[in-house]
């Protein structure tokens, strides 16, 4: 796949898309871009209102964010109303279009940064590793496993043990676990440590924390019942499920039901309250996703067969349905999230719901009639 196919990408000058490692494609149309060039400069253009461009919308010609210049940009995840984008020097800078809750994280929460501003506070020293968004809160991982968050708390999604919000970042205790990797729900967390352990916290009202009750949790808990049957090499999570792939290609699931997929007698028609072993008819899996603003699920079998199941096209479809892409993130194409490494383009699983405002989010309705898109294409293989 090319970034060719991406209508608004056929605005950017030949000379300069040729250049594209990194693009990231939003808005109500899929018409809003920001783009990293190999030169590591940063551009943005298009009609967005929303204060995510990282500087003045309304033009379809490219506009350089000085802020983001030669920064060298690996990563970017979003939320609702906010974007974060992580350096190779391991710091992250955000920017949106509300800060209500702290969400960028720049010490306070009484205006708006519609240009990118670098996160500080306790992070300053730290090389932060890994991001993720959630609705209204952010999660980054530092080189040395220690796990630091922002923004709304108002069901203990920080992880911090506090009901408060947080404008700055703050240290997530985790019993000296090293952390790997992150994941978010819309409101709710989950923590991947080296060791292949899974840690919770957050809203719990669809059962998504898998600890076998419906109880919000301020502070991170191990799943100890998914410990005793696998380690855990991939988390994921959706807006209101959870998943989990061990070493040995096993899916386990919980939360929502039609996004885990159990089938089984009154199972099917309940939420899932504990891990369990989903969509075994597959065989055995290589990889997963799901994204925190749509009830949809997918995974890729080791015979690189590509399934999905969740919410399709506003009905409930808990069995999975095989497709025709090539990796699991292609599932999230109608999404135009698309990321491209040295060997193959990937579509990965970051979008915006409904008009930057979760009021207009239902839970399950995974149409994009008027859901911005969010894309972003990594680094051109030379065969494209």
């Not at 989950?190 to 009202?205: C, I």
């Not at 099917?268 to 065989?283: H, S």
Request: hydrophobic letters at 35%; glycine letters at 10%.
């Amino acid at each position: 796949m090319s970034i060719s196919r991406w209508t608004c990408l056929s605005l950017v000058p030949e000379g300069v898309a040729e250049k594209i490692k990194l693009a990231v494609i939003f808005g109500s149309s899929g018409s809003d871009v920001i783009f990293v060039t190999t030169d590591d400069e940063v551009f943005s253009f298009g009609p967005c209102a929303a204060s995510c461009l990282g500087c003045p919308p309304g033009s379809f010609l490219p506009r350089r964010i000085d802020e983001l210049c030669g920064k060298a940009i690996r990563d970017i995840s979003c939320g609702i109303h906010h974007v974060v984008a992580l350096t190779e020097e391991g710091k992250i800078f955000s920017w949106g279009s509300q800060n209500s809750f702290g969400e960028l994280g720049h010490g306070h929460s009484s205006s708006t940064d519609s240009r990118p501003q670098q996160v500080q506070g306790v992070l300053n020293g730290e090389k932060v590793v890994a991001i993720a968004c959630g609705s209204r809160h952010t999660l980054a991982v530092s080189d040395k496993g220690e796990l630091f968050s922002f923004g709304l708390n108002s069901d203990g999604q920080l992880g911090t043990g506090r009901a408060a919000n947080e404008s700055s970042p703050r240290i997530v205790p985790l019993h000296n676990r090293f952390v790997k990797s992150v994941a978010c729900g819309h409101n709710n967390s989950m923590a991947l440590t080296e060791s292949g352990d899974v840690y919770v916290w957050g809203y719990n009202s669809n059962g998504e924390l898998g600890l076998g009750h419906l109880t919000n949790q301020h502070c991170p808990i191990l799943l100890d019942s998914l410990s005793k049957k696998a380690a855990i090499r991939k988390i994921a999570c959706g807006y209101a499920h959870s998943l989990a792939l061990s070493d040995d290609g096993i899916l386990y699931a919980w939360g929502t039901n039609t996004s885990c997929g159990i089938l089984e007698g009154k199972m099917a028609r309940k939420n899932v309250l504990v891990p369990t072993v989903t969509q075994e008819q597959l065989g055995s899996i290589s990889d997963i996703a799901a994204t925190h603003q749509c009830n949809l699920s997918a995974a890729c079998t080791r015979k690189s067969r590509v399934f999905m199941w969740g919410h399709l096209r506003n009905q409930p479809t808990p069995c999975a349905v095989e497709t025709q892409f090539r990796t699991v993130d292609e599932v999230y194409e109608f999404r135009h999230h698309y990321f491209m490494n040295d060997s193959h383009l990937q579509l990965c699983l970051f979008c915006i719901s409904c008009s930057f405002s979760p009021s207009h989010f239902f839970p399950g309705n995974d149409s994009i009639s008027t859901a911005p898109f969010y894309s972003k294409c990594l680094q051109r293989p030379d065969s494209l």
